[in-house]
């Protein structure tokens, strides 16, 4: 049985379209290093609006789908089946398998899967036992849920959004919140963490997935050489470092922009939010068939924190 419950969000009706906006976008790139020229960035992107960003992402995500990127491809049967003979597990960051004591016993327990639309986590939650409503800004991604869902008789809920407003559901809806490796696709996350305190019930767990700051100091074009050059400082924005013409072309190949957050934004901002960290750990995988950066340092960490 699959339950789907979409809440309204603006779209782009063609990722043409999408594409066409980043003209939008392209007085903000490439300030200065120097210490004016890194508080114009900061100003510029908290200037940016996290809906219109969303937009471009959103249709990026569609657009993704659409090539069967690794993020976008669904759980097969035989995944479904071991999840309900208790065999399972799901994925934070590119590799490592989250603990399972992370999660406790998820029978019963409601579980919002936050920006992880793709047909893979949620299904795998709901087989073993768990409530679940996969959130994401992506209209395709939230159908390849759908689609396992309906294929294998499980009962899923699904919900069209941003990551930063989770006003669709009441105060204390959740026992866990299962964000993977996404809130790169948002220039502020301060809200995410604030609406994640809001919507779990005291004792909660929100496990979260994030990107190590540090990849984004280097020259992409140099690193697919093999070559790792220091080129941007931190935080990095590709609307806002990029210059025009890299910009451009980095959307028709990917479809997406990313934002660096720090360290103190991702674990210090789940603090502040009132999170209580009780683990952490590393991964590395940089989504190239040769390891790069993955060969000298970690890319990816994962946490989890609890609801006092």
């Not at 936050?114 to 795998?124: C, D, F, N, R, T």
Request: proline share 6%; hydrophobic share 40%.
């Amino acid at each position: 049985m699959l339950t789907s419950r979409f809440t309204p969000h603006d779209t782009f009706s063609s990722y043409g379209e999408a594409v066409q906006s980043n003209e939008g976008f392209l007085h903000l790139a490439a300030a200065g290093n120097d210490e004016a020229g890194l508080a114009a960035r900061a100003r510029k992107v908290r200037d940016i609006g996290m809906d219109e960003v969303a937009k471009l992402n959103q249709k990026g995500w569609d657009r993704r789908v659409e090539e069967q990127d690794v993020w976008t491809r669904p759980v097969s049967m035989e995944d479904v089946d071991r999840a309900r003979r208790g065999e399972w597990t799901v994925i934070l960051t590119p590799t490592k398998p989250v603990p399972r004591a992370w999660f406790g016993d998820v029978t019963e327990r409601d579980i919002l899967c936050l920006a992880s639309g793709g047909g893979q986590q949620g299904p795998i939650l709901a087989a073993a036992g768990a409530r679940v409503t996969v959130f994401d800004a992506s209209p395709k991604q939230l159908a390849q849920d759908e689609m396992v869902a309906s294929r294998d008789g499980l009962i899923l809920t699904t919900r069209l959004g941003l990551m930063h407003d989770l006003s669709c559901f009441a105060d204390a809806s959740f026992d866990l919140i299962f964000h993977p490796a996404s809130n790169c696709f948002a220039p502020d996350i301060e809200p995410v963490w604030q609406e994640c305190f809001r919507t779990l019930r005291p004792g909660g767990a929100l496990l979260v997935g994030f990107m190590n700051p540090d990849v984004y100091i280097f020259d992409k074009t140099a690193e697919e050489r093999g070559e790792f050059i220091v080129r941007f400082p931190l935080p990095y924005a590709d609307l806002t470092d990029l210059p025009p013409d890299e910009l451009q072309r980095l959307i028709e190949r990917d479809h997406i922009v990313e934002f660096s957050h720090s360290l103190e934004d991702q674990i210090g901002g789940q603090l502040k939010a009132g999170f209580v960290l009780t683990d952490f750990f590393e991964d590395r995988w940089d989504g190239m068939p040769e390891p790069g950066i993955s060969r000298y340092m970690p890319t990816l960490f994962a946490t989890r924190a609890t609801k006092p």
